[in-house]
């Protein structure tokens, strides 16, 4: 093999290496921007969670007060609860999210709408003692999450699976509540 040949194939394997490390790099970078799109949609979900957290603990004097409907949980079940419910509403919101190339959705927009109607349903209910508008309001919170499960389902079925046992939660949540409006009026 002739000195420039030897030369052509070792910038050839240079270039190739060079590649095969600007492909590696572009994958590592992607991976940063997918793990970030998790941090961040999981932070929002927890956010609106500790704000909800914080109103709850200012309401759960007159709370505890309160006649409980049957099979009501003991109060440190709820934010383990809702801690779980909403790391998978962020983990949902993040699939979603990049499904939809980087774009606000249609299923985006169900989801935000939907924890909107989640944190003010705490404010109505801890904050204001509404009891029988926080049953309306609950309901109405239900129909907007099983609006986007079926949207999140369509478009990525983990996205929407994984929500099931928040609309199961609120269904549950929906009992206390009006339970406790029946028994405290």
Request: aromatic share 16%.
């Amino acid at each position: 093999m002739s000195k420039s040949n030897s030369g052509d194939m070792s910038a050839v394997a240079k270039t190739a290496a060079d590649i095969s490390e600007s492909v590696k790099e572009s994958r590592l970078v992607e991976k940063i921007r997918k793990y970030k799109t998790y941090i961040i949609s999981i932070a929002i979900a927890l956010g609106v969670g500790i704000l909800g957290g914080i109103i709850t603990s200012l309401g759960m004097p007159e709370f505890t007060q309160l006649d409980q409907p049957p099979l009501s949980p003991p109060p440190f079940i709820f934010p383990i609860v809702w801690t779980i419910l909403y790391v998978l509403m962020g983990i949902g919101a993040a699939r979603i999210y990049i499904k939809s190339g980087k774009k606000l959705s249609k299923e985006l927009l169900i989801y935000a709408v939907q924890l909107f109607f989640n944190f003010f349903w705490t404010v109505f209910f801890f904050g204001f003692g509404a009891y029988l508008f926080s049953f309306i309001w609950i309901v109405a919170l239900w129909g907007l999450v099983l609006a986007m499960i079926i949207g999140f389902y369509k478009k990525d079925k983990i996205s929407g699976l994984i929500q099931i046992p928040y609309l199961l939660w609120l269904t549950f949540a929906a009992y206390l509540n009006l339970g406790i409006y029946l028994l405290n009026r």
